[in-house]
């Protein structure tokens, strides 16, 4: 294939994103991992479990378990409110529920749009953002499910769950 052919099929190339807000910060994630999205419900805590882990919850006779995306990424907790919602999702074979502030809406946006993370926000915790999406009014963070747990904090939710 020609280089012309290859940025052809780039910008014809659609992701869907569903996108959620943590605080005044927009991120998306593949709506190919996306099961459902609930409201808040009650959440059982379990003991020892890892700090950004909130609990357990029984999905339709499921116990998975729920992570503040917030304390995942580094950023204060805050209480929970009417637009708070659990994204369940399925990563590396496990479900689980992702605690969101706000689900704002499912995009469609060329692939070519998005870029690389610059190398200042690429940290040690930041290895699970995937790209940035431009779009006309908005920068979109894009999160790497598969990378956003480490090896340890998977075998850490096996015991939680």
């Known amino acids: ?10 910008s014809s190339e659609l992701l869907q994103l569903v996108s959620f807000m943590i605080g005044d910060e927009e991120f998306g994630i ?18 020892n479990a890892p700090f950004f882990v909130d609990g357990v919850v029984n999905l339709r006779g499921r116990v998975i378990p729920v992570i503040d995306l917030r304390a995942k990424l580094g950023i204060e ?4 409110d009417k637009n708070t919602r659990i994204v369940v999702v399925e990563v590396g074979g496990k479900t689980v529920g992702f605690i969101v502030d706000a689900v704002k809406e499912v995009l469609r946006i060329p692939k070519n749009i998005t870029e690389a993370p610059p ?33 340890s904090e998977k075998r850490k ?3 939680v769950a």
């Open 119 to 151: 190398e200042i926000v690429t940290g040690t915790n930041s290895e699970f953002i995937m790209a940035v999406a431009k779009l006309e009014d908005r920068l979109i963070t894009l999160i790497d499910l598969e990378k956003i747990l480490t090896s």
């Open 1 to 10: 294939m020609s280089s012309t052919e290859d940025q052809k099929k780039e």
């Open 30 to 47: 593949s709506i190919l991992f996306v099961q459902e999205i609930n409201r808040m419900f009650q959440i059982t805590k379990v003991p």
């Open 157 to 159: 939710l096996k015991d």
């Open 77 to 80: 907790r805050k209480e929970h």
